[in-house]
């Protein structure tokens, strides 16, 4: 069974930074992608960045810049960097892992960004 499990998700300052890490276990095949998405109380799950397994990237405009997302293959995790952190990137961060033939959620990690 595929389980992700993130850590590193806390309270924070503005201007400050936190790093987000997911590992995943107990796939029988490669991930193929990963990345990161992140709820907002009221709004919807929206994505943050991902990465693939040749290791191109991809961020949202509103991240661009600030969050830095790699992966550690040997070890199937996957990191969020976030630097220049903001209010409004308060939000529960979700790990989420492509993996044939489907895809698999972290239980999120809470980001609280205080002004």
């Known amino acids: 069974q595929v389980q992700l499990v993130e850590s590193g998700g806390g309270l924070v300052q503005a201007g400050g930074s936190l790093r987000l890490s997911c590992v995943v276990s107990?796939?029988?095949?490669?991930?193929?992608?990963m990345g990161w998405y992140r709820q907002a109380p009221g709004k919807q799950r929206e994505l943050v960045a991902f990465i693939i397994s040749g290791g191109r990237t991809n961020y949202a405009d509103s991240v661009e810049g600030r969050f830095t997302i790699s992966r550690e293959n040997a070890k199937n995790t996957v990191y969020l960097q976030m630097n220049s952190l903001k209010p409004e990137d308060t939000a529960v961060y979700y790990c989420?892992?492509?993996?044939?033939?489907?895809?698999?959620w972290g239980q999120g990690t809470q980001v609280t960004v205080s002004s």
């Open positions: 107990g796939s029988k095949f490669s991930i193929n992608a």
């Open positions: 989420n892992a492509r993996i044939f033939p489907g895809e698999y």
